[in-house]
């Protein structure tokens, strides 16, 4: 029942990664579902399914203007709700259990308080945008209007970053604590609708989720604002308080960290496009003096931006390009060099065109003047 009516908005019945389950429209999940739209769409054109394509592409773009029209509340992306409608849990009565085995009531719904229980409502979530920011990493463009996005960041950065957890009251597991610094996974600012019984770790600072809001802030141009929620994380695994090698959720070496990874891309400006053969760099900071790991499935190694040109060197395996966008404001591009020989190439709007798909098994070097 996630969107019987397509028009691009989850409204039923939907898990995630928080072990409860949402009840009708919210911004977090249905963003992912508009990412997943927009790339089956692509997928679909790319190999020729253009009905598909179509079907995808009328439910994106319906669900897209809908989400940012009614979703959003001048500050930051919601959930929409009303939490004391019982009614909300009525389409899953009957059906499948959960929570040892409970009806949806009983799961669901607080007889005391008269509202549906583990949801966020009015609450600044800290994946409300995490669509776009996996949206970014892949080149699918906006999903949230990008002043809205913007807004959303900050939002989460004013309510859900805590410098001192002293300050802070949190009854769950304690990932940060006395004068430690760490982003909250929901808060509900002064104002705003605090459900009786929230959605579940609203309290805890959960390091995947701090990565990634984090590094969605450094992909906005929000980036010491970002780094000082990455710097949070790492002073907590210093070395003396923690295991800098493990940093634990539930359990040991917890999986969700690897979010940290997307770092090297956002800094990088990282970008690769299969069917177009084409890669890209674009650094946050100097283009003249930046190095950075790259890796992909054919294979890895460095690309490395100096004063008048980038190297793009392979350690193991190889590239097949069509095409380059390295970010060289106010250069041009004089020569291309691949494996050590001059071949021909076109400057294009958005780079540089290889006229033919190279195969790159050492390095790839533009020169500029």
Request: aromatic residues 10%; contains cysteine.
């Amino acid at each position: 029942r996630w969107d019987l009516n397509k028009d691009g908005i989850m409204e039923g019945r939907q898990h995630h990664t928080l072990d409860m389950e949402m009840f009708g429209e919210n911004a977090w999940l249905s963003g992912l579902y508009l990412g997943g739209l927009k790339a089956g769409a692509l997928i679909a054109r790319a190999v020729g399914d253009g009905e598909t394509a179509a079907e995808l592409e009328r439910v994106y773009e319906s669900g897209r203007v809908k989400l940012n029209r009614e979703l959003f509340n001048g500050e930051y992306f919601i959930q929409k709700i009303d939490l004391t409608d019982r009614g909300v849990l009525d389409p899953y009565a009957g059906g499948a259990k959960s929570l040892q085995n409970q009806d949806i009531y009983a799961a669901y719904w607080n007889d005391e308080k008269k509202e549906v229980l583990y949801q966020i409502a009015d609450g600044c979530g800290n994946e409300q945008v995490l669509a776009q920011w996996h949206a970014n990493l892949m080149g699918l463009g906006d999903i949230f209007d990008h002043d809205k996005t913007v807004s959303a960041l900050k939002s989460i950065y004013k309510y859900n970053f805590i410098p001192n957890m002293r300050e802070h009251f949190n009854p769950c597991r304690l990932f940060a604590l006395n004068d430690e610094a760490g982003t909250i996974i929901c808060a509900w600012p002064e104002g705003t609708k605090l459900p009786a019984i929230t959605i579940v770790y609203a309290e805890e600072t959960m390091h995947g989720f701090e990565y990634q809001a984090a590094i969605h802030m450094i992909q906005e141009g929000m980036v010491e604002e970002g780094l000082s929620m990455v710097r949070a994380v790492r002073e907590r695994y210093d070395g003396e308080k923690r295991n800098p090698w493990n940093e634990i959720e539930c359990g040991s070496n917890y999986a969700r960290s690897m979010a940290s990874y997307a770092l090297l891309l956002a800094f990088s400006g990282f970008s690769y496009d299969v069917p177009e053969g084409m890669i890209g760099f674009k650094p946050i900071g100097n283009p003249n003096d930046f190095r950075c790991l790259w890796s992909l499935d054919s294979g890895w190694g460095q690309v490395i931006f100096e004063k008048d040109q980038v190297a793009l060197t392979l350690t193991e395996g190889t590239l097949n390009l069509k095409s380059l966008q390295f970010e060289k404001p106010g250069r041009v591009p004089a020569a291309v060099t691949i494996d050590g020989r001059a071949v021909e190439f076109a400057i294009a709007a958005d780079g540089i065109d290889l006229m033919t798909s190279r195969r790159v098994e050492r390095e790839l070097r533009v020169t500029y003047r």
